[in-house]
């Protein structure tokens, strides 16, 4: 599988850093499926340890200049021209995707050691592993301590802010100042560092986020007597999205895999059939977690799955509008259910990513077909439907770059690499990233900085504000991502 997705150029010169890769190929028509013959790497391993490079090395200029020394605070832009940085810190998402960033370059170094590369990973590993423990120690700056009505209980809950204090666990986490899916990324991180180190209080953070945040899933019942289903935003919204459900799906995979041949138990609280009475009972964790991961990929499939084969936003139409209800059942006051009427908003690229990557895991663990072909759909549709070839350069495939879309296309991009244990041929799609990051590496390196838009370069950021941190750490995940998956190869 050395193919390539392009439909016009016969002959294409890519110039990297240290090695030049002839790409060539030809397509009949532009209309033509959008892999086509015509790539060939001459040397995987050299072109994935260079990969690696790049990856630590937008780390390493990231932490630099996007974070002080001593109490790690992030700050959201750095401007390579003007050598400014912004007063805005990074939110805890942001602050997150350095973690992300760390553990796919540690992912990366295990393979490029099973490839003989020993060099690699006798220099860095533990030096990364070292600065992972020093993320999480100091992301303790974006955690709070509140009270929750939920569904079922009334509990108190320490969890992370969307915004960071100035002393460690005094955040505010209160209404909609903490979302669900912050939590969520952060339990993939923890699992992925858990995979990585073995430390168990990895497993012990995310095990009590996911507790947390399936505390939000909507246990009341519909007039057939059905659970709602779905996870809000955060405690402080009604509205359900693709972003505070879909995350979630691997990470209880794995959860049930760390648990499968274990007998742990896990309290399940939920809603007799009487529609009214809270209950509570012990199952074990293997079970438990594989039953939510199935429950919120058919909530999310069922709901948001669009026209086009991709997933939209979030399910809206709230009614009567979208303010947090509550009812009181014998004297105890609990969160009710806000009925929701349409799935509105846009379809991003990490909606699509996490249910891909939920679907080849649903797959590994229950060899369910319907996973298989989900997954295999949705990959097709969703090159299709977020990719357009030649419109910043002729022959590269573009991707969305407003807003916070360059961190939700990594998403993306991890769940292709994923996915082509389902079929090979999806991680052609992996390719038109690895062009656009090396055409961007080559043409806009700034002092070691990318811009938001590879292929068309800094254009007004020289002036403004620059580029996020969280798109630096993106750009270092898709690199390590790219480095892993060529090792893979070999």
């Known amino acids: 599988m050395k193919r390539f997705i392009f439909a016009v150029y016969c002959t294409i010169l890519l110039s990297l850093v240290s090695t030049t890769v002839v790409l060539s190929g030809c397509a009949s028509s532009p209309s033509s499926s959008p892999v086509e ?70 992912f990366a170094l295990e393979k490029a050691k099973e490839a003989g590369e020993n060099s690699l990973y006798s220099n860095h590993y533990e030096r990364y592993v070292q600065l992972l423990d020093k993320l999480y120690a100091n992301a303790d700056y974006y955690l709070g301590t509140f009270k929750l009505v ?21 955040a505010n986490v209160t209404g909609v100042l903490n979302v669900y899916d912050d939590q ?13 180190t073995g430390k168990t209080d990895y497993l012990d953070k995310a095990e009590y986020l996911t507790a947390y945040v399936l505390d939000g899933w909507d246990v009341t019942h519909d007039e057939a007597g059905k659970e709602n289903g779905g996870i809000p935003w955060g405690p402080g919204y009604t509205t359900k999205h693709a972003c505070s459900n879909g995350p979630l799906i ?68 709230c009614l009567p509008n979208c303010d947090v209800r509550y009812e009181e059942v014998d004297g105890v006051q609990y969160r009710a259910n806000t009925p929701l009427t349409e799935a509105v908003g846009e379809a991003y690229t990490y909606n699509s990513g996490t249910m891909l990557s939920g679907a080849v895991d649903l797959y590994r663990i229950t060899s369910e077909d319907k996973y298989a072909r989900d997954g295999r759909e ?47 041929d999806i991680g ?40 996020e941190g969280m798109f630096m750490f993106a750009y270092a995940a898709q690199y390590a991502i790219l480095a892993r998956h060529q090792l893979k190869e070999i």
């Open 378 to 424: 949705l990959a097709k549709n969703s090159f299709t439907h977020f990719s357009s070839l030649g419109k910043d350069l002729p022959a590269y495939y573009s991707f969305e770059t407003e807003g916070f879309r360059n961190w939700f296309n990594g998403i993306l991009l991890r769940s292709y690499h994923e996915a082509t244990v389902l079929d090979s």
């Open 250 to 317: 691997s990470p209880l995979v794995w959860l049930h895999e760390i648990y499968k041949d274990k007998s742990d138990k896990v309290e399940h609280r939920y809603i007799d059939k009487d529609g009214k009475t809270r209950r509570s009972e012990q199952r074990e964790k293997r079970q438990y977690y594989l039953d939510y991961a199935r429950s919120i990929y058919e909530w999310q499939k069922r709901n948001l799955l669009n026209a086009n084969g991709v997933y939209t936003d979030m399910m809206g139409g």
């Open 37 to 106: 013959e015509g790539l060939a790497e001459d040397d995987p391993k050299l072109l994935a340890t260079q990969n690696v490079e790049h990856a630590m090395h937008l780390i390493d200029i990231t932490i630099a200049h996007y974070f002080e020394p001593e109490t790690f605070e992030m700050h959201r832009f750095y401007n390579p021209f003007t050598k400014i940085k912004s007063d805005e810190r990074g939110s805890v998402w942001m602050y997150t995707a350095g973690i992300e960033a760390v553990n796919a370059v540690l």
């Open 184 to 196: 969520m990324w952060l339990i993939r991180e923890l699992l992925d560092s858990y995979k990585l």
């Open 150 to 170: 939920s569904y079922t209980q009334t509990k108190e809950w320490s969890v992370y802010a969307v915004n960071r204090a100035n002393e460690k666990g005094q």
């Open 428 to 467: 052609d799609y992996l390719t038109a990233f690895q062009r656009n990051l090396d055409y961007g590496f080559e043409h806009f390196n700034q002092d070691g900085f990318l811009p938001t838009n590879l292929l068309k370069g800094w254009t007004e950021e020289k002036a403004g504000q620059g580029v």
